[in-house]
């Protein structure tokens, strides 16, 4: 090796002589001999690691790194630590790291530092799967773990929400006495927040010893991503943290913000909005800021949301938030408005997200017009079309039944993805196009676009709704030939298809075949069973799940609540009304509207009142709740005392509030408050009037006597079908002996009859509607004129 290099140095010294002189030929001599030294003992000089080192810095392209590896390979430079940490970094960084990842762990000594080294870079390159891989070799070489390596460890196996392996990892920190470490116990925090109940990682957090800002926010973050009622926990989390002398700083005021909103606590997030204020933290902060208004209009405090923003940078991700937040919380009409308030008043500029919200909201109200109109202006702005627009434009076309025009934008797009197949398979499933929506499945699969669990959870959702008993089985076959079936969400939807196709003894097979029965899949046979009026079996489900050890959530709570009460069993109301309180879950809204029916619908409207007056936090739900019940006990007088309440409250009702209001006015007989409560629906809640709100009114004229108002009513109407409204209007003809427009209504059902494509409701039959109006003389009569 030695007389090669020294042949090739004196050819080199003869060029050189002749072009320059011999220094640079001897300098060159010189590296090259310790490159051949180094490539023979494995060893190199300090600077020429140094150069390589800055060489890989540099490199910027896969070619020229995978060069300039094996050139170090060829000098013997492949086990030395520094140079190999240098590689890592630079493959990870080119997205190349899992092919050349067996490699790294060669260069990787007995130094555990090297290798807990090594574990950051990766994870933080965003290989997970690697870190995991580092994890095991370590323990394989029995070199032993430290702080860092299973903190990264357990990072990793959040982002590939690996439960049971993170299990393993706490094992090996509580065997290693790493449990208590304060970076460790963050980890694990992260974890089983994330991965299991939040009971898990409160014990963890109890553990620390040393607690600071961090393992209080991990704490509070874990709480922040939990819907349930357990998330009021991260308040007295907060509390004890200032108790400490701990300063909160704004990411955990970021945490507090969404629970607060998930919560609809309006108090605690004021709290939280108040104690930034005074110590100043988050000043034009964008995230802070933003969250702010999110929390606002999750509460539905639209008015605080809109002054936040108005004081604040109004960065477009605020705007986003607000706009999101009306939609989420169904004020879609508001989303629209302060949407047009954004472009012209403020002169903000969107972004995508931004048209993606106004484009929901267009499609919960089903307003094809606005809807165009954005996508137009999408256009003369030749702003592209990305997969969130594209779909969320497919969306709204579909609900306003514009299925070509849903179809044509699908055939535009460049790239379908799986996204955008979902999205239109599932608009096709909700426009009872059955047959369509499976040929695109197969065209899906022939484009090689992998159908995911979402896919078929489309499918099988909405043939649950419409209980399609034979498409439904064919999914079932499908999701066990593709090896869907053991995703536990998909067999918990296929029990709920079964069930509510009225199968219950198909829903009971694949619930028992399910190795590991987990709340969620409890829930979904419960619910099932409620379908199916299967009531009695859903409260003994509720009692077997908890002797199995599983803990019933709120979702259960509810279902169980319903079973109860549908059954007028007053002592289980009560009984579940006792767990409620032993499972603290006195303070979760929802539950406790749940047991406001169910005390209504047993008789017992005190408790309905009293437990009413109790809640701290009341939402639309609330509302809607009491009202029900006091229409369901007659007290129509305290239905509107209670809407005029809504009012002064600013709590904006909904259609089934309107309903129960125009229910209340009809019974009393307040015709000029229900046509002013009507009016409002449009005018002043943007809610658009359904053939339930119809039918009160009609009816509420028809017993005042108001029957040409009432016709004048329905005609003017924006129903696709006025059939039942008609039927009641000729009721009260037939009560009030109006003959003529008795006569013209049952000329429209006659032509109904005979065209039944002019919007006849198939669940209506209009011969039997007229032959029960004829135990009147006169109605006789005229039906005998009329069918001559």
């Given amino acids: 090796m030695q007389s090669r290099g020294m042949l090739t140095i004196r050819g080199l010294s003869k060029s050189a002589a002749a072009r320059t002189d011999k220094v640079a030929a001897l300098k060159l001599c010189r590296r090259l001999l310790g490159f051949a030294a180094g490539a023979n003992s494995g060893y190199s000089r300090p600077s020429d690691v140094d150069e390589f080192a800055v060489l890989f810095q540099n490199c910027a392209d896969v070619r020229s790194l995978k060069k300039l590896h094996a050139r170090v390979l060829t000098l013997g430079l492949g086990r030395d630590v520094t140079l190999g940490s240098e590689i890592l970094i630079r493959y990870a960084s080119l997205g190349i790291l899992p092919k050349t990842s067996l490699w790294f762990q060669g260069f990787l000594n007995d130094d555990l530092a090297q290798w807990s080294s090594a574990m950051v870079d990766i994870f933080r390159a965003g290989y997970a799967e690697e870190v995991i891989l580092l994890y095991r070799g370590l323990k394989l070489r029995q070199i032993g773990l430290d702080e860092k390596t299973v903190t990264f460890g357990l990072k990793s196996c959040t982002e590939l ?7 393993g990892m706490h094992a090996d920190s509580l065997k290693l006495g790493l449990s208590r470490d304060k970076f460790v116990c963050s980890s694990l925090v992260g974890l089983y927040s994330k991965l299991a109940r939040m009971a898990d990682p409160h014990k963890v957090f109890e553990e620390i010893l040393d607690k600071d800002i961090v393992s209080y926010t991990s704490m509070i973050t874990g709480y922040s991503e939990n819907m349930d009622s357990i998330s009021w926990n991260a308040f007295e989390i907060a509390s004890d943290m200032l108790q ?25 997030g004021k709290s939280v909005h108040c104690y930034s204020i005074r110590r100043g933290i988050g000043v034009l902060d964008e995230v802070l800021e933003t969250s702010l208004v999110h929390m606002y209009t999750r509460c539905g405090a639209y008015q605080l949301a809109s002054a936040v923003l108005k004081n604040s940078m109004q960065v477009v991700a605020s705007w986003n938030a607000l706009l ?16 047009s308030v954004m472009l012209h008043e403020h002169k903000a500029i969107p972004d995508s997200v931004t048209y993606a919200n106004v484009i929901s909201a267009c499609a919960e109200l089903h307003n094809y017009g606005c809807a165009a109109s954005v996508h137009a202006y999408l256009i003369r702005r030749s702003i592209p079309l990305d997969v969130v627009l594209a779909t969320a434009l497919i969306e709204v076309y579909f609900k306003c039944t514009r299925i070509m025009r849903s179809r044509h934008l699908f055939d535009q797009l460049m790239v379908n993805d799986v996204v955008s197949y979902n999205t239109m398979i599932y608009g096709y499933l909700q426009s009872g196009m059955a047959n369509d929506a499976i040929t695109l499945l197969k065209e899906m699969m022939a484009e090689c676009v992998a159908p995911n669990s979402v896919t078929v959870l489309s499918l099988l959702a909405a043939i649950a709704d419409h209980k399609d008993f034979v498409r439904g089985r064919w999914i079932h076959g499908f999701a066990i030939r593709h090896g869907f079936c053991s995703d536990v969400d998909i067999a918990n939807q296929i029990t709920r298809m079964y069930s509510c196709c009225g199968k219950i003894a198909a829903a009971r097979i694949v619930f028992a075949s399910l190795e590991k029965k987990i709340l969620i899949s409890w829930t979904a046979m419960m619910i099932g069973c409620l379908f199916g009026r299967h009531c009695g079996e859903a409260i003994r489900l509720l009692q077997l799940m908890q002797q199995h050890g599983v803990k019933p959530d709120s979702v259960t709570v509810m279902a169980a609540a319903q079973a109860a009460s549908d059954l007028r069993h007053l002592k289980g109301v009560k009984q579940i009304h006792c767990f409620v309180y032993r499972a603290l879950l006195e303070k979760d809204t929802k539950t406790a509207n749940s047991l406001i029916t169910a005390y209504a619908k047993c008789g017992r409207l005190d408790l309905s009142v009293g437990l009413f007056l109790c809640l701290e936090n009341r939402d639309l739900d609330s509302w809607n ?3 029900s019940a006091y229409g369901m006990h007659g007290f129509y007088i305290k239905v509107l005392e209670m809407f005029k309440l809504m009012e002064e409250g600013n709590i904006n009702p909904d259609g089934l509030t309107f309903s129960s209001v125009h229910s209340a006015c009809s019974h009393v007989g307040l015709v000029k408050e229900g046509l002013r409560i009507f009016q409002s629906m449009t005018s002043m809640y943007s809610v658009l009037p359904q053939e339930e709100h119809y039918g009160c009114i009609v009816d509420l004229l028809s017993r005042a006597g108001h029957l040409e108002e009432g016709y004048k009513l329905i005609k003017l109407s924006t129903l696709n079908d006025r059939s039942s409204v008609l039927c009641a209007l000729l009721s009260g003809c037939r009560t009030h002996g109006n003959t003529i427009l008795g006569q013209i209504i049952s000329d429209e059902f006659l032509e109904l009859e005979q065209n039944p494509e002019k919007g006849r409701n198939a669940s209506l039959d209009v011969p039997g509607c007229i032959n029960a109006l004829l135990d009147d003389k006169w109605m006789k009569v005229l039906y005998g004129t009329l069918t001559g």
């Fill in 324 to 339: 999101a937040g009306l939609v989420q919380t169904g004020q879609s009409g508001n989303a629209i408005h302060h949407f």
């Fill in 625 to 627: 709740a009491l009202i």
């Fill in 244 to 268: 400490s002398n701990l300063e909160v700083n704004r990411v955990t005021l970021v945490s507090l913000l969404q629970v607060a909103g998930n919560l609809r606590a309006i108090r605690e």
């Fill in 161 to 167: 929400r690996n439960l049971l392996l993170g299990k």
